[in-house]
Every structure is written in structure tokens, then in C-alpha cells.
């Protein structure tokens, strides 16, 4: 069985390679256009399309890994920011103030085109940061880091040094809960099948 990871993103590769899960990439060409506003059912949601967009395009026995993960502050959801002056907006939002962020995951196993069986969950660490300067902001939206990252920071680089406190899983915050994935795959293949890998 090929094990696949639908996303071109290099923390997820990093993350999925640290536990020594040696996944192809192939990323997802599915559609991220979401009416729902409620973040677990909109990292949920779009974990499932972007698991079965490139399920949908292999032909091979596989296991397929989804992911998205977004920011939210209160009920508002942070994506990438796009531009800068949204960075801006973004970081300003967050700044001194606890959010959540939230992954969704989804498993998706398939053989020959047909759906085999999926799992589909989400993980939430909550983040509190100290207030930033003007200074700091600008310094940090100029040095790029930002631009790729939900909520407009990557809690593994620069932005390290606002943050105050983190509830739950880091990974989660850099974008994959690797912990909770292994366990999951371990739940739908036994450990045998990941020592294998």
C-alpha cells in the first residue's frame, strides 16, 4: 500500500518524516471554496476534499492524508493571509490575545478508484501571545515568513518569541498533530502494518 500525503507543504512533510512515516507527496487539486463558517467543520470539511480529490486520482492501493489547518479568534477563521497588509490585519487581530488553531485530518484508504473506508477528525491547541509592537509586527510581516501561514505566523520560526503560552498539541500549531494521526492509522492498519512503512 502507497501512503500519500495531499499537500505540497513542507512543515507537514517535516512533521510526517520526524515520526518516521515515509509518505509521497501528491498534492490535492480540490476545490478549498467553503461556505461553512464553524472552524472544526471547516478544517473538517476541507481535510475530506483534499483527501479525496487526490484519492480520486490514484488507481493503486493507498491511504491518503488530508489536511487544513486555520486560526480562529473567537469564531472568526484566519487563513493565509494573501497580502501583506492582511498579515498586518491579522497579526494585529491576534496580538495579547488567546485563539485557537485547528487541524483537520482525514484518512482516506482506497483501492482502484473506490473508497475503501475514511476517518475524519480535527485537533484544537489553544495559543495566547503577547502583544506585539507596531515595530515588531512590521519587522515580522517584512521578513515573509507570514504570507504562508494560517493566521499569518509559523509558531516553528520568528514568531517563536510572542508566544506566551500554548494548551494542547505544538505540532498541531505548525500544522499537522502527528501524534494523533500515528494513533489513528495505528487504530485503522494495527502497529504491524506501520512498522512495515
Same mark, same amino acid.
Given at each position: 500500500?502507497?501512503?500519500?500525503?495531499?499537500?505540497?507543504?513542507?512543515?507537514?512533510?517535516?512533521?510526517?518524516?520526524?515520526?518516521?512515516?515515509?509518505?509521497?507527496?501528491?498534492?490535492?487539486?480540490?476545490?478549498?471554496?467553503?461556505?461553512?463558517?464553524?472552524?472544526?467543520?471547516?478544517?473538517?470539511?476541507?481535510?475530506?476534499?483534499?483527501?479525496?480529490?487526490?484519492?480520486?486520482?490514484? =488507481? &493503486? /492501493?493507498?491511504?491518503?492524508? !488530508?489536511?487544513?489547518?486555520?486560526?480562529?479568534? #473567537?469564531? $472568526?477563521? *484566519?487563513?493565509?493571509?494573501?497580502?501583506?497588509?492582511?498579515?498586518?490585519?491579522?497579526?494585529?487581530?491576534?496580538?495579547? =490575545? &488567546? /485563539?485557537?488553531?485547528?487541524? !483537520?485530518?482525514?484518512?482516506?484508504?482506497?483501492? #482502484?478508484? $473506490?473508497? *475503501?473506508?475514511?476517518?475524519?477528525?480535527?485537533?484544537?491547541?489553544?495559543?495566547?501571545?503577547?502583544?506585539?509592537?507596531?515595530? &515588531?509586527?512590521?519587522?515580522?510581516?517584512?521578513?515573509?515568513?507570514?504570507?504562508?501561514?494560517?493566521? $499569518?505566523?509559523?509558531?516553528?520560526?520568528?514568531?517563536?518569541?510572542?508566544?506566551?503560552?500554548?494548551?494542547?498539541?505544538?505540532?498541531?500549531?505548525?500544522?499537522?498533530?502527528?501524534?494523533?494521526?500515528?494513533?489513528?492509522?495505528?487504530?485503522?492498519?494495527?502497529?504491524?502494518?506501520?512498522?512495515?512503512?
Amino acid at each position: 500500500m502507497r501512503w500519500i500525503l495531499a499537500s505540497a507543504s513542507p512543515r507537514r512533510r517535516e512533521l510526517l518524516r520526524q515520526i518516521e512515516l515515509p509518505f509521497e507527496v501528491f498534492p490535492s487539486e480540490a476545490d478549498e471554496t467553503m461556505d461553512e463558517t464553524l472552524p472544526d467543520r471547516l478544517v473538517e470539511e476541507l481535510s475530506r476534499r483534499k483527501a479525496l480529490a487526490a484519492a480520486g486520482r490514484l =488507481r &493503486e /492501493h493507498c491511504l491518503v492524508l !488530508g489536511a487544513d489547518t486555520v486560526v480562529a479568534l #473567537e469564531n $472568526a477563521v *484566519l487563513g493565509k493571509p494573501g497580502t501583506e497588509e492582511r498579515a498586518r490585519e491579522m497579526l494585529r487581530m491576534l496580538s495579547g =490575545r &488567546e /485563539h485557537r488553531v485547528l487541524t !483537520g485530518v482525514t484518512l482516506a484508504e482506497t483501492a #482502484e478508484g $473506490a473508497l *475503501l473506508r475514511q476517518k475524519t477528525f480535527f485537533e484544537e491547541t489553544h495559543v495566547s501571545l503577547y502583544a506585539l509592537t507596531e515595530e &515588531e509586527l512590521e519587522a515580522y510581516v517584512r521578513s515573509g515568513e507570514p504570507m504562508d501561514k494560517a493566521g $499569518a505566523y509559523g509558531i516553528q520560526g520568528k514568531f517563536a518569541r510572542f508566544v506566551r503560552k500554548i494548551d494542547g498539541d505544538y505540532n498541531n500549531v505548525v500544522g499537522l498533530p502527528v501524534a494523533r494521526v500515528y494513533q489513528e492509522m495505528k487504530n485503522m492498519f494495527g502497529e504491524e502494518a506501520l512498522r512495515l512503512c
